[in-house]
């Protein structure tokens, strides 16, 4: 199993940039695909970011695509969201998944490891 912990949410002004971090153990990250998930007050938690093992596959979902960038560096167990362009939209606590297929995936239930969650709040 590997473990996740999810770090660099705060609260930005729009139009800041903001970069989450994922730090795993137990496991090699090299052996997990990765994907970042957000859920604000009152909805459920969508689809972000995702990236295959290797990070060089990604999907994103339209509502960040230009603007987020999910990466990984695999020697330091960590995976990473660079969030650009910050909108009020943006809120929520923002969640690091895992999953064993190796493969990127915008289905949540795919993932069957994930880090507490980071609040990320944009204010106007």
């Known amino acids: 199993q590997v473990q996740l912990v999810e770090s660099g949410g705060g609260s930005v002004q729009a139009g800041d940039s903001l970069r989450l971090s994922c730090a795993a153990s137990?496991?090699?990250?090299?052996?997990?695909?990765m994907g970042w998930f957000r859920q604000a007050p009152g909805k459920e938690r969508e689809f972000v970011a995702a990236?295959?093992?290797?990070?060089?596959?990604?999907k994103y979902a339209d509502s960040v695509k230009g603007r987020f960038s999910i990466s990984r560096d695999n020697a330091k167990n960590t995976a990473y969201l660079l969030m650009n362009s910050l909108t009020p939209e943006d809120t929520a606590i923002y969640y690091c998944?895992?999953?064993?297929?190796?493969?990127?995936?915008?289905?949540?239930?795919?993932?069957?490891?994930w880090g507490q969650g980071t609040q990320v709040t944009v204010s106007s």
């Open positions: 990236n295959d093992w290797s990070g060089s596959i990604t």
């Open positions: 998944a895992a999953s064993r297929t190796l493969l990127s995936n915008r289905d949540p239930s795919e993932y069957g490891y």
């Open positions: 137990g496991r090699t990250l090299s052996n997990y695909a």
